[in-house]
């Protein structure tokens, strides 16, 4: 994958030197940007220390079993192959050294009201399936994935590298004609509509925006990049399941020479002359040259005085945060018959879940919802002739959850299940596990509960988007879902490498030079 030049140059001159005296580096979170971030100071010669609060790494990719299953607890879709191959080849290996990835085919299924249908991976049969819907929307979607490819590979090496520090980055010649190519001042919904009429295949092309936290008419058109990575790059799944992906980065990062720290959460900083100076954690002070907060934004920012923070209470309050989820973890002591890996229900009113969702804030009527079940795949996560499930409802942040709404939930999860499989599920659960916006909030320190960080509008897109240094402690960076370049694990592993380059960059610049 391409990478901008300042990347480029960057890696040519730092992250080859090699400090004479080790420069001491505090990383807060293991998630995917904290161990890309610890990585990528790591081959430089930095000497680097991960805090995690957890008793292992991962973050909200952290795993759990029990009685035979096992669970990731957080994200299940491995898109952008391209990202994750990045950042293995920046250290020269490549995912293959670590995991096996299989594409699945179908890519994933679909639950209409009156249907159900599998998304094939190939080209030819997903171009008939269109044409089913629609005649002439075969020749339709290569027009629409070809223009979608195009900012795909335009916002790669022109954009999604760039750290959002200043309007500068945007004014280069090259940068700037492929913005006017992103359609930024359209949105994806009018963009969709040029192409296709059926609702269907408009659900179809609309639903990968749903991952970034907006609705379809309030998310920038550019990122219909997200159909070339679901379409034409493919759905994959690393045999093990996503906490392979941690593994295989923690296995690097300590073959780096990176220490780890486990249920050791970082809960404050000592600041000395516009720097931090160290870290507290469980009562004990840890000395530190820089430190990046790859944890929480708003939470990172709650530890500083007030004088030093970058934003203040009404700055969070008025953001537009990405949904919630409402998670279950089950484990079912049958196979079930219907279910793909990936389990898209669009059985339920689009426009209802939404306005719940984004305007009224409240708890929905009737939801739409995601199913999970790698056990389709792997054999490895759950017993034989069992079935892992990971059922996802999107729920507007900030809601307050309690056990009979969660237990609600279920129930309604489980009956739309076992009406459209036609078969019984329920006396079938051998283990149930909910997760919800306090557990976020307890174990992330979530703001709001948030699964998914900001909504990628267009106030809230690069520049626009929280700084990745803090403005008045010259040593303090922050990575992950919360900052550029936005929610999901490829955009929380390209956060921990834009935030090691700035870092390193910014401090050479202020004479605190690597090697002297």
Not at 24 to 53: D, K
Not at 174 to 183: A, F, G, P, Q
Not at 230 to 255: C, H, I, K, N, Q
Request: contains cysteine; aromatic residues 12%; glycine residues 6%.
């Amino acid at each position: 994958m391409p990478v901008r030049h300042f990347l480029n140059n960057w890696n040519a001159n730092y992250l080859t030197s090699t400090p004479n005296t080790p420069y001491e580096a505090i990383v807060i979170g293991s998630g995917f940007s904290g161990l890309s971030a610890a990585c990528h100071l790591a081959r430089s010669g930095v000497q680097v220390s991960v805090f995690e609060t957890h008793d292992r790494p991962g973050g909200r990719a952290r795993s759990f079993s029990e009685q035979g299953y096992t669970w990731d607890m957080g994200p299940s879709w491995y898109w952008m192959p391209d990202v994750f191959e990045h950042f293995f080849a920046n250290f020269g290996k490549k995912p293959s050294d670590y995991y096996t990835l299989k594409r699945l085919d179908p890519s994933y299924q679909v639950v209409w009201q009156d249907e159900m249908v599998s998304i094939p991976a190939g080209m030819p049969e997903l171009e008939a399936l269109f044409e089913r819907y629609e005649a002439g929307a075969a020749l339709k979607l290569r027009a629409f994935l070809k223009e979608s490819g195009t900012k795909y590979q335009q916002a790669m090496q022109e954009l999604v590298y760039q750290p959002g520090i200043s309007i500068r980055e945007f004014l280069r010649m090259d940068v700037m004609k492929s913005l006017l190519k992103m359609d930024l001042l359209q949105s994806v919904a009018r963009h969709a509509r040029r192409y296709f009429r059926h609702p269907k295949l408009l659900q179809l092309v609309e639903f990968p925006i749903l991952f970034l936290g907006a609705l379809p008419s309030n998310t920038p058109a550019m990122y219909t990049l997200m159909n070339y990575a679901d379409m034409v790059l493919g759905t994959w799944y690393p045999m093990g399941g996503m906490v392979r992906v941690v593994e295989a980065m923690v296995s690097l990062a300590s073959s780096l020479g990176v220490n780890f720290h486990y249920s050791s959460p970082v809960d404050g900083f000592e600041i000395n002359k516009q720097q931090v100076a160290a870290v507290f954690s469980r009562g004990q002070r840890v000395g530190a040259d820089l430190v990046i907060a790859a944890c929480d934004y708003h939470y990172a920012e709650s530890l500083l005085p007030p004088a030093f923070r970058n934003y203040s209470n009404t700055y969070w309050t008025e953001r537009k945060m990405a949904p919630s989820s409402l998670i279950y973890y089950l484990g079912i002591h049958k196979k079930l018959d219907g279910l793909q890996h990936h389990n898209l229900f669009f059985d339920a009113p689009f426009e209802q879940h939404a306005a719940e969702l984004y305007a009224e804030v409240a708890w929905p009527s009737d939801p739409l919802m995601y199913i999970c079940a790698p056990s389709k795949t792997d054999p490895e996560v759950a017993p034989a002739g069992c079935e892992n499930l990971f059922i996802l409802i999107p729920v507007a942040p900030g809601l307050v959850d309690t056990e009979d709404i969660r237990e609600y939930y279920l129930d309604v999860a489980i009956k739309r299940l076992e009406s459209r499989l036609g078969i019984d599920i329920r006396s079938h659960i051998a283990f149930s596990r909910s997760y919800a916006g306090s557990d976020f909030i307890r174990d992330y320190h979530a703001f709001k509960g948030n699964a998914y960080g900001l909504a990628n509008t267009l106030r809230q897109t690069a520049i626009l988007k929280p700084s990745i240094r803090n403005k008045r402690l010259s040593n303090l960076f922050y990575a992950g879902q919360l900052t550029v370049p936005g929610p999901g694990v490829p955009p929380a592993i390209i956060s921990g490498e834009i935030v090691a380059a700035h870092a390193l960059k910014t401090i050479n610049t202020h004479s605190k030079t690597l090697g002297s």
